[in-house]
């Protein structure tokens, strides 16, 4: 009876100590991440990892959204006269929401289950217990580069997703509909602003970085050493991590946007 | 004895409700390769954790080199753990480094001596366990014998004091499993190291071993040199040499009555 009635609070308790925990090792991996520059062949391995295996999915990816938006954003400004439009539409929508977010989450379904999984592995395969029975600390050997690696390719991947977006508009729009080309790229120069939205776009996809990487990486330092403890992290990095990314999507957009 | 390199004293270590090692007392000499053996569960594996400084004693003391491991911080236990070696059960090679790389980590990681300095000493290590041949082999293609000797030759990199083996022998074919017991005899021998062989593997573990500790539910059962070991009467000693089901290790773990289970009421 007792047991049953304390366990929500058990539970509650437990919940604080990760939270403390994880927020302790996100702390850390920061100030580690920044001394693993003084190694940069470390980090410059990593980003060949994280972020040129990840390039195609971006690529594809963001082509395929701008052939979409392309499409609808044509169909809906054509009821009201407004194709010329199309081009900042598609780019808006872009460098404002998909291209962060998107690329977020793609970068969490191929990035991020690939650090966790291999973190996790390293961790079942004792890899990461030796690190530390030879005196070196895994969260700044094997973490800190992965995660520095991250927060520099997602802002990278985030701007090459927008401009193969607004590539897709382009080609939808103006080659295969015949919207005019000086409309199209006169409205978008007119209309969007560097500051405002390209640069708001890229603070999103800095945050969205930082709560993937950590996300991934934390996960797959706490994964449990067995098979089924790596599958379970792996699903939850996803998991987390695309919620995560949403709601701080949210988030920032009601900060930022608010007032335009 | 003063001129023991790591002496265990009275060490306690459980976890919430399960203690796994209970007033264990041990001396490590330098030069000696000293044998624990034990079932399966018998804290052979947590004691080198200990050792280690990975878990930290609930109870007793664990002096490395006059320094109290379990008082240790951060600092402190990886400047000591820089002069011990580990070799795990698989080897736990790194994945994504080639052999050469392997072993060469712990020297680039803990000196800066220049790279050709560096290849020759992991040259040297490589060919002391026979496999500077295999240098440019991805850990992938390399047995598991020959994953070991690789994992022995990354151990000795920094010439430490003490080597730890957990469970060295385990799932090696006969040629392998002599090759590893008589690297860890010549080596032990010749760099004049403590030596901590963690096996279940009486045969081979004693071949090697000058003295043998026996483990059975957390405490020393019997400890001995191997000679005095096999002529002993002791029942712990006994059923763990013979491999008896019969013997102060239950085949039934511990339970309720099975007819209570059953419930059959008589």
Redesign the interface.
């Known amino acids: 009876m007792i047991s049953a009635l304390s366990a929500p609070f058990r539970w509650l308790l437990d919940r604080l100590a990760l939270v403390g925990y994880g927020t302790r090792f996100f702390l850390r991996l920061c100030g580690l991440g920044i001394a693993a520059f003084r190694r940069p062949r470390l980090v410059i391995d990593q980003i060949h990892f994280v972020g040129n295996y990840s390039l195609s999915i971006i690529l594809v990816s963001g082509l395929l959204i701008g052939f979409v938006l392309g499409l609808q954003g044509y169909y809906t400004l054509r009821r009201y006269g407004s194709e010329e439009a199309l081009g900042l539409l598609v780019t808006l929508s872009l460098v404002r929401e998909l291209g962060p977010v998107v690329t977020a989450l793609l970068f969490a379904g191929r990035a991020g289950t690939s650090l966790t999984a291999e973190v996790g592995?390293?961790k079942a395969?004792?890899?990461i217990?030796?690190?530390?029975?030879?005196?070196?600390?895994p969260v700044a050997?094997v973490l800190a580069p992965r995660f520095m690696a991250a927060l520099i390719c997602m802002p990278l991947l985030a701007g090459l997703f927008s401009a193969m977006g607004v590539l897709g508009g382009y080609i939808v729009g103006v080659e295969m509909i015949g919207v005019d080309a000086g409309a199209f790229w006169s409205q978008m120069q007119g209309g969007v602003d560097w500051i405002e939205d390209v640069g708001n776009g890229v603070v999103k996809s800095i945050v969205f970085g930082f709560t993937v990487a950590f996300v991934a990486l934390f996960v797959g330092y706490e994964a449990q050493p067995t098979p089924e403890g790596v599958a379970h992290a792996t699903t939850t990095t996803v998991v987390v991590a695309s919620l995560a990314v949403l709601g701080l999507d949210f988030i920032l957009t009601a900060l930022m946007f608010s007032s335009t | 004895m003063a001129d023991d390199l790591l002496v265990l004293d009275s060490v306690r270590f459980g976890y919430r409700d399960r203690l796994i090692l209970d007033g264990v007392s041990m001396r490590f000499p330098p030069g000696r390769v000293v044998a624990l053996i034990g079932g399966s569960g018998s804290g052979k594996t947590t004691l080198l954790r200990l050792i280690g400084g990975m878990l930290r004693p609930s109870a007793g003391s664990i002096v490395f080199e006059g320094r109290d491991v379990g008082a240790l911080d951060r600092d402190g236990l990886y400047a000591m753990r820089r002069r011990m070696g580990m070799l795990y059960q698989f080897g736990a090679l790194f994945t994504d480094l080639d052999v050469f790389d392997n072993v060469a980590f712990p020297l680039r990681e803990h000196t800066a001596l220049p790279e050709p300095l560096i290849r020759d000493l992991v040259l040297l290590k490589l060919n002391a366990v026979g496999l500077r041949g295999a240098a440019r082999f991805r850990t992938s293609q390399l047995s598991g014998g020959m994953a070991r000797r690789v994992a022995l030759a990354r151990a000795i990199a920094l010439d430490p004091p003490l080597i730890m083996y957990d469970e060295p022998f385990a799932g090696l074919d006969p040629i392998s499993l002599a090759t590893v017991a008589a690297l860890i005899r010549n080596l032990n021998d010749a760099l004049d190291v403590a030596s901590i062989v963690v096996s279940h593997d009486i045969k081979d573990a004693f071949k090697i071993a000058d003295y043998v500790y026996l483990l059975a539910s957390g405490r020393i059962a019997a400890h001995g040199t191997p000679d005095s070991m096999r002529d002993s009467t002791d029942p712990n000693v006994r059923q763990f040499l013979d491999g008896s089901i019969d013997g102060p290790v239950a085949f039934h773990y511990q339970a309720t009555p099975l007819a209570q289970d059953l419930g059959i009421h008589q």
């Not at chain 1, 217990?129 to 600390?137: F, I, K, L, S």
């Open positions: 592995l390293m395969g004792e890899q217990d030796a690190m530390e029975m030879m005196a070196v600390d050997r």
